[in-house]
């Protein structure tokens, strides 16, 4: 499996309990995808697993001009998202939010395997509402969350 996002220990830490439990009861190899900026380039190899990053910027709350070269940018992550996905070849990505979850949930539906939004957060963020709709139904940690699909446009 690939667990794909980043930025924040919001992301990451759900993330790591994710992939050490699969490890525990599946014996699943586990490898992240996240961006050099974010918190994943210390815990995730500190915790053992594999960690490949891709170059992605923000789309949401940002200045036309951040929000400009991110998109330009965009199709060259998902292509280097791609190739991480081809290389490992996952049973399921699980995108946890963060800059690097879209273009890798995107890679992997592309490359037709499943994708799985998870969302700690009572409102849905920006990645995580831009995938659902090609998303299985999100796995979820509290009662009160909002309906991603029902949030993804």
């Given at each position: 499996m690939i667990l794909a996002g980043g930025g924040t220990g919001g992301h990451v830490i759900p993330a790591l309990a994710i992939a050490r439990e699969m490890q525990s009861r599946h014996a699943a190899e586990c490898y992240f995808i996240g961006t050099n900026r974010g918190i994943e380039t210390r815990l995730v190899p500190a915790a053992g697993f594999p960690l490949e990053l891709i170059e992605v910027g923000a789309l949401n709350q940002?200045?036309?001009?951040?929000?400009?070269?991110?998109?330009?940018?965009?199709?060259l992550a998902v292509l280097s998202s791609l190739r991480i996905v081809r290389s490992f070849r996952p049973d399921v990505m699980i995108g946890v939010g963060g800059y690097a979850s879209g273009p890798a949930m995107l890679a992997a539906a592309l490359s037709r395997v499943p994708t799985v939004a998870f969302e700690p957060?009572?409102?849905p963020g920006f990645a995580n509402r831009m995938v659902a709709s090609s998303s299985q139904p999100p796995l979820c940690t509290l009662k009160r969350q909002r309906n991603i699909s029902a949030t993804a446009t």
């Open positions: 940002v200045s036309f001009a951040t929000r400009a070269k991110t998109l330009l940018g965009l199709p957060n009572v409102v």
